[in-house]
């Protein structure tokens, strides 16, 4: 099987269904309809692999998008590699290659003053939601995942088990 050849079978066969529009688009940009997709993969070398990456650098992807591939491509070779029909043969090459630096995201918060000013014009209903959501750091799913028994007023704990959409 060509590089190509593997990653079109991991999307059909494992790619999960949320990751699927987004991975389908960056494996046939930069693989499946790319000369570095032709590649065998038995043929394939780490230094190949690095040379890639550096040429995605280069048209100026992020170093964030570049380890994005390199993170699919790792797994579309251990995923080869745990089949019983014998896709995938040997030591992963991604492995052998470098994750690129990622700069340290500044993640913006609202400050203590600008959240009670929120809450203050957010209709009642929706208030204790809210504040729920900003104070224990809850996501929508799990805030809209919680069930009674997942809240401790005696240990003041929130236990998040599951999310609204995984239930």
Known sequence: ??????????????????????????????????????????????????????????AGLSPVYVNGLRR??????????????????????????????EPERKRETLTPGEV????????QEHRNLFATAIFAGLRKGELCGLRKADVDFGDETITVARSYDRA
């Open 1 to 58: 099987k060509t590089v190509a050849g593997l990653c079109t079978w991991w999307l059909t066969t494992f790619c999960p269904r949320g990751s699927l529009s987004r991975e389908t688009s960056r494996l046939r940009r930069h693989v499946v309809n790319d000369p570095f997709g032709k590649i065998l993969a038995r043929e394939l070398t780490p230094s190949q692999i690095e040379q890639k990456f550096r040429s995605m650098e280069d």
């Open 72 to 101: 699919v491509l790792k797994t579309v070779f251990n995923r080869a590699a745990e089949e019983e029909n014998g896709l995938w043969q040997g030591p992963n090459p991604i492995r052998k290659t470098d994750p690129r630096r």
């Open 116 to 123: 009670y000013r929120l809450l203050k014009y957010l209709p």
